[in-house]
């Protein structure tokens, strides 16, 4: 079973602070990671997507990957209220002609003005 | 505008009656996905479709049934024998040219009345 491991949260930072999302996963062979963000009620948007390890920079926001410790992060730079939201780390799997994504169960942030 | 058109938004199930969730694409996307959300929970893989005429079961295939006669159109049956439908249901798609970047419709919500 391919797993995606994220700490629930909710994660509290002061508006203006750097917030940092972690996520694990279990199978060494994944080529592909996403973050996605869903505030409550609403479908997942994607934010950014890594492939390579490294840094990956989007405006305010940092995708980090380390396929050798099986660890993928996000930092939100200047974080807004508008930021609260549930975050999403999924990470794609693909063979035998079939390409799929696992999900996290996500981790809530939560901006204080 | 393109993307993912899901219908109803939200639904409203009897006890033993099958309800058919509509999702409609106009991105050309090759790929599409239904997932299920249960509250405070990850998305979980139901059913996936890679071309037309072809689909595969994900993680929760059981209770669901899906059809796959056109490219842009994926619709998913909840069967009477799921016996715990009460969730948010998402469907999605992607394609190999567009990094296979998966993108997500709006969501319809079920409940079981």
């Known amino acids: 079973q391919k797993e995606v491991e994220q700490n629930s949260g909710p994660l509290s930072v002061p508006e203006g602070a750097i917030a940092s999302l972690n996520c694990t996963y279990s199978d060494r062979g994944s080529q592909s990671f996403f973050w996605y963000r869903q505030y409550s009620g609403k479908s997942p948007e994607l934010i950014m997507f890594i492939y390579s390890n490294g840094d990956k920079e989007d405006g305010r926001f940092t995708a980090q990957l380390n396929k050798a410790s099986q660890y993928v992060s996000l930092l939100i730079r200047d974080s807004q209220p508008s930021d609260s939201a549930t975050y999403l780390c999924a990470v794609a799997y693909s063979g035998a002609g079939s390409y799929q994504l696992t999900f996290g169960k996500g981790t809530k942030l939560s901006v204080i003005p | 505008d393109g993307g993912i058109t899901q219908s109803p938004k939200y639904l409203f199930r009897k006890e033993g009656q099958n309800v058919t969730l509509s999702c409609e694409q106009n991105l050309n996307h090759d790929a599409m996905y239904w997932y299920r959300q249960d509250p405070g929970q990850g998305l979980r893989l139901i059913y996936y479709?890679?071309?037309?005429?072809?689909?595969q079961k994900g993680d929760i295939a059981e209770g669901y049934s899906v059809s796959r006669e056109k490219k842009e159109s994926f619709p998913l049956t909840v069967t009477s024998a799921q016996k715990n439908p009460t969730a948010f249901y998402l469907c999605?798609?992607?394609?190999?040219?567009?990094?296979?970047?998966?993108?997500f419709g709006e969501g319809s919500w079920l409940t079981v009345v």
């Open positions: 999605a798609s992607s394609n190999w040219n567009s990094g296979n970047t998966i993108y």
């Open positions: 479709s890679q071309i037309v005429n072809d689909f």
